[in-house]
């Protein structure tokens, strides 16, 4: 009952945050201009052309929102993870016919290609190794005998994550990046407004400072919001189980605290490299959509949905007694 409550609470949500943002997408159609006539020519402009173009840009995510839980419910995967999958990798073969180009003009020659590649699928094997990364803290359970049976007596793990937070820390971040640039949407002519979103260039040193340090702070925000070290020790407590030489109730908790405090460390300085790499990336010639695929967010959400899907289909191959992908059929996680 209460999954159905947060569900119906997150459609809510989604149709009031894609009206917020239809408004914006109108407000900036309006402010754009080609050869120095706006996009949208003012007779059409008006109270008429902004309510049916906020409607029509709900609906539209209404049903992709719908099309999604379809796919979940009856489906392999999350749908809506892998709707944003599909709408990621199909400008993929766009960004590879820009460096074609880029070939094909002589400003740049097959070797760099090359050479640029391989720092992507090198960048793409690191995302990979961290988005599988854990460290597995050994948890014995004492032995209880029930009757004639014998409960407990073997050693489970509790797998932390390098990267507990995903990918929300940069969602987080790039939310609050654009501000400025929204806020002078509303007010295109305010200097002040304009020298500080000048700023907030994306390729500005200034604007990957900030990004980079606010995209840490917010991996250790999310990882202690979506992981509770105490509700972990309490449920062991009430299990039986026990971390080698250390004690039940607090001390589990410290230790575990102390354990994801480390390791969140790392991830955290992962994601935000990951996330300023496309900038710098553009900055060396290569076209931007191609930079995209570098890192931020898309690459992240690419890698992180396929990871998912390999390993529902690899658990619904092995529940009907298949192999599945690998020799040992399991995936598995990197362990550090």
Do not use: C
């Not at 979506?226 to 509700?231: E, G, H, I, S, T």
Request: charged letters at 15%; proline letters at 4%.
């Amino acid at each position: 009952e209460g999954r159905k409550k947060i569900t119906q609470l997150t459609r809510y949500g989604t149709v009031l945050i894609s009206a917020m943002q239809a408004w914006g997408v109108t407000i900036r159609l309006y402010n754009l201009n080609l050869r120095g006539m706006p996009i949208i020519p003012e007779p059409i402009q008006g109270m008429g052309w902004t309510i049916s173009t906020i409607i029509v840009l709900t609906a539209g995510t209404i049903f992709m929102m719908w099309l999604g839980e379809q796919i979940t419910e009856k489906g392999i995967g999350n749908g809506i993870s892998l709707i944003i999958f599909i709408g990621i990798i199909n400008r993929f073969p766009f960004a590879i016919l820009d460096e074609y180009r880029l070939i094909a003009a002589g400003t740049r020659s097959i070797i760099i290609e090359i050479v640029i590649l391989i720092f992507m699928v090198l960048i793409i094997a690191g995302v990979v190794l961290v988005t599988q990364g854990t460290r597995r803290i050994p948890v014995q359970y004492a032995k209880r005998v029930v009757g004639r049976k014998v409960y407990g007596g073997v050693t489970q793990y509790i797998p932390l994550r390098v990267n507990t937070a995903g990918v929300m820390p940069i969602i987080f971040a790039q939310s609050i990046m654009f501000i400025p640039n929204t806020v002078l949407s509303f007010f295109p002519n305010n200097d002040f407004l304009q020298t500080i979103n000048s700023y907030f260039h994306y390729q500005s040193a200034v604007y990957s400072i900030i990004y980079a340090i606010m995209i840490i702070f917010f991996t250790y925000f999310y990882t202690a919001i979506a992981f509770n070290p105490k509700d972990v020790a309490d449920n062991m407590k009430k299990q039986g189980g026990f971390i080698p030489g250390i004690r039940p109730g607090k001390q589990t908790s410290d230790f575990i605290d102390n354990i994801l405090t480390k390791i969140t460390l790392p991830g955290s300085f992962f994601l935000a490299i990951i996330a300023i790499l496309p900038a710098f990336v553009s900055a060396w010639g290569v076209s931007g959509q191609f930079a995209q695929f570098f890192g931020g967010t898309s690459l992240l959400i690419v890698v992180g949905v396929a990871l998912d899907t390999l390993q529902q289909i690899e658990s619904h191959l092995l529940m009907r007694h298949y192999d599945g992908f690998m020799k040992s059929g399991k995936i598995k996680g990197r362990r550090y």
